[in-house]
């Protein structure tokens, strides 16, 4: 190759590197629970935090279905082999894939449609911990949040061991699991939409859910915030 190609493609390289990196974000996680939580982040993997205790990921840009949340209940080995009561995956303590429910998520996907992030507190997959999803950078201001006393509340078919349940996950039908794609809110959805009107209550849920901030903007998921 010709030194007037190479320098071409180390500069083509450098600002597409420089692209990337500018538009990744950063998260940081924080428990304000009174009790050790086992935070888990697809991407990112997982790690305990104790009250107060934070963590910080950085997510590459063009990153989309991910996710956070907390699991709780949880006892690990030495070699991140175990289980957890709510939100588990896969018994690892470095997440892989997607938790087990009842789990409270954060989603998003970065710079998608109009270079714009994508975010939202999910309880489609039922509910663990109360939960703040915000940004902290960027001049992005609209941060959302679930802090109702759902697991107190909890309609009894979906109580469960640290959480609430999903409905799809207790009855298994396509009126709540939505496998047709034709689903509207049922009697258990308006329970959690009810009580964080920015949630997702169920999977169709989307036109009061969804929020966006431009693609570089950093973010902050507390649990009980």
Known sequence: MSSSKSIAL??????ALSSTYANAATFT???????????????GGGKPLGRGETW?????????EARIWARTGCNFDGAGKGSC??????????????GTPPNTLAEYALNQFNNL???????????????????????????????ADINGQCPD???????????????KTDEYCCNSGNCGPTEYSKFFKQRCPDTYSYPKD????????????????VFCP
């Open 206 to 221: 989307d036109q009061t859910s969804t929020f966006t901030c431009p693609g570089g903007t950093n973010y902050k998921v």
């Open 10 to 15: 180390s500069i083509f390289l450098l600002i």
């Open 85 to 98: 009561q709510t939100g588990d995956c896969n018994g690892q303590l470095q997440c892989q894939g997607y």
């Open 29 to 43: 996680i924080q428990n304000n629970c009174p009790d050790m939580v086992w935070a888990a982040a697809v991407p």
């Open 117 to 147: 992030d994508f975010f939202d507190i999910s309880l489609v997959d039922g509910f663990n911990v109360p939960m703040e999803f915000s940004p902290n950078s960027g001049g992005c201001t609209k941060g959302i949040s679930c802090t």
């Open 157 to 171: 078919p979906l109580r469960t061991a640290g959480g609430c349940n999903n409905p799809c996950t207790v009855f």
């Open 56 to 64: 910080t990921i950085d997510v590459t840009a063009g990153t989309k």
